[in-house]
Structure formats: structure tokens, C-alpha cells
């Protein structure tokens, strides 16, 4: 009778376990960043479920803004750290770039953080690269 009744206690914690990613923040404002010059900012998530977070993949939009975790799985009550570096090369005035984060979070499997602010011109020379579309992509193996 008391195994049963342990039994009741402990299934509905084994049936709603799970990792839970949460972000501290979703967005990241450089500023104004001369041309030229490169920025990194470093992105926190925290694991508040009770199930180990696997951080599956992280896709950036494109091939001036690369994104790599610094470790892919996380505890439960820890924190990782997505890292973050923007390139400007060939790009002035406004920008955004969006990352993607995929997780085995099963509420929230897919998240986006986003990096921008402002490119300025170092020069007033007018010349500028070629345009960058490459796709930045990590994959947890």
C-alpha cells in the first residue's frame, strides 16, 4: 500500500518534468558602431525546469553575425551563455539581425534573440563591400 501510494506521489513529477529555457533578454542594442570595428555580446538563458536543457541549434540570419553557445547542455538551475559577434563590413545605418535558438524546451522549442543598432561610416569615401548573405549555423551534435 505505501509503494502505491509513493507510486501517486512521484508520476505526475516524473510526467511534468522538464527543461524550461528561460532568456534574460531577447535583445541587444550596440548603439552606433563604427564601420570597420566588430561588436560580441553575450546572451544568458537559464534552465528553470527540473530537466537538463539541450540547446540543439543556433542559426543566425546572416554571414556578418555568427552565434555559438558555450556549452550546449545545461543543468537544471544553471545558466549558459549564447555568444554573439556582429561584423559590419559592407553595411551602413540601421541594423538587425536575428538569431534563432533551438532547444528541447517542449513549450518553447524555438527562440529569437536580436542584435542591432546603428553603422557608421569611418570615412567618407563612399566605398563599400559587397553585400554578406551567407547563413551562420550551429548544430549540437
Known amino acids: 500500500m505505501k509503494w ?3 507510486l501517486l506521489f512521484l508520476f ?20 552606433v558602431l563604427p564601420q570597420g570595428s566588430t561588436t560580441t555580446h553575450t546572451f544568458s538563458v537559464k534552465n528553470v525546469g527540473d530537466k537538463p536543457l539541450k540547446i540543439e541549434s543556433v542559426k543566425t540570419t546572416c554571414g556578418c553575425t555568427v ?25 551602413l545605418g540601421d541594423i538587425s539581425k536575428q538569431i ?15 542584435i542591432g543598432g ?8 563612399g566605398v563599400m563591400g559587397p553585400p554578406h548573405n551567407e547563413v551562420n549555423t550551429y548544430e549540437s551534435k
Open 12 to 31: 505526475p513529477t516524473v510526467l511534468w518534468a522538464r527543461p524550461k529555457a528561460q532568456f534574460t533578454e531577447s535583445r541587444y542594442d550596440f548603439g
Open 4 to 6: 502505491a501510494i509513493t
Open 118 to 125: 546603428t553603422v557608421a561610416p569611418v570615412s567618407h569615401s
Open 67 to 91: 552565434a555559438s553557445p558555450t556549452n550546449s547542455l545545461i543543468a537544471p538551475g544553471d545558466v549558459g551563455q549564447i555568444q554573439v559577434t556582429f561584423d559590419p563590413q559592407g553595411r
Open 100 to 114: 534563432r535558438v533551438e532547444t528541447n524546451d517542449p513549450h518553447h522549442p524555438m527562440s529569437f534573440l536580436t
